[in-house]
């Protein structure tokens, strides 16, 4: 019973989304005549698409009841490693190729200490957040100064900023496949089906024979893939890789995640949900910049917004058990 409620709170969820993204957008295509240009459109949705592409990943992680704070570091960790090596005479497919093994890696970091050594998601992949964004502010200092610009190749920003057939940015058409192929994963294959089970009874999955340290292990993983491909995308895009970019981004992850309807505790969410939080929180942003709204009122904005979310989820979270 406690899940047909969650599942129909989400759905709830969804709907609400939907209405206040339409009244979002009506807005501020009122109160700004900027705001309905392609050119505004398509920077809010890249600015959404490095938070959705690791969502994808991290919703489905988060469903089993898990989390991964270190996000931030492996995209900035990610960006400078790729900018090292291209700058340094790799090829530029194959340090794209070494990045994301790399950043594959961390996530599998984080899936030794919270699923095989048992430490608490919390405190494990806070430990990966400083190991990482370390490393980072490293490779930097031995390239010889605070970030990598300068001696890049030519090519190296073409990854990031060729639009796909000359009309859309790759970073989106990436946000578009990583939530398609989610979308399928959570609907339609074990994996998702297996994902729920564990969020949804932990003791009761391993019952049944679900290879739980496998599964949250894989997820962990995927995560790592995808905030190391968006480090790479994003740092291709701007054609400067610094270790400071990122800072937060493991909470603009989250709020996407929570806003979308899915659970802490694991066992109830959505690809589809997360998209629409994370559209909702970015028109949100772009309508307060293009207002004028100066920047510590902005933070003070999304310092609720994150807070209410989470009150949010702990509400529903607290009636699921009841």
């Not at 490693?81 to 594959?104: D, F, N, Q, R």
């Not at 490393?135 to 190296?156: E, Q, S, T």
């Not at 970019?245 to 109830?268: C, H, N, Q, R, Y």
């Not at 904005?301 to 807070?307: D, E, F, K, T, V």
Request: aromatic share 8%; net charge positive.
């Amino acid at each position: 019973m406690k899940h047909v409620m969650h599942f129909l709170h989400t759905d709830m969820q969804k709907v609400v989304l939907i209405g206040i993204l339409a009244a979002l957008i009506i807005g501020l295509a009122f109160a700004s005549p900027n705001f309905l240009s392609v050119t505004n459109f398509t920077n809010v949705l890249l600015k959404v698409a490095i938070v959705v592409i690791i969502a994808s990943a991290a919703n489905l992680l988060m469903i089993t009841g898990n989390f991964d704070l270190s996000v931030g570091s492996v995209l900035a960790f990610s960006g400078i490693l790729h900018a090292y090596m291209s700058k340094h005479g790799v090829p530029i497919e194959l340090s794209i190729m070494i990045t994301l093994i790399v950043a594959s890696g961390w996530g599998g970091l984080n899936a030794l200490t919270v699923s095989v050594l048992g430490i608490n998601p919390v405190i494990a992949t806070v430990g990966t957040l400083f190991i990482a964004r370390g490393f980072a502010f490293l490779i930097a200092r031995w390239d010889g100064g605070a970030n990598i610009m300068l001696g890049l190749p030519r090519d190296f920003v073409d990854f990031g900023r060729d639009p796909v057939f000359g009309l859309v940015p790759l970073a989106i058409v990436v946000m578009l496949v990583a939530v398609a192929i989610f979308m399928f994963i959570e609907k339609r294959s074990a994996l998702g089906r297996k994902a729920y089970a564990i969020g949804t009874n932990l003791k009761s999955a391993k019952m049944s024979g679900i290879n739980t340290v496998g599964i949250v292990s894989l997820l962990y993983i995927l995560v790592g893939l995808f905030a190391g491909l968006s480090g790479v995308l994003q740092t291709s895009r701007v054609g400067l890789a610094a270790p400071t970019v990122g800072k937060g981004l493991e909470f603009d992850v989250i709020v996407a995640i929570i806003l979308g309807g899915t659970s802490m505790l694991g066992g109830v969410g959505s690809t589809f949900g997360m998209l629409l939080g994370a559209l909702v929180v970015g028109f949100t942003a772009n309508g307060m910049v293009l207002l004028g709204i100066p920047f510590y009122y902005q933070t003070i904005a999304y310092g609720a917004i994150l807070i209410g979310t989470l009150l949010l989820s702990q509400k529903f979270d607290t009636k699921a058990k009841a």
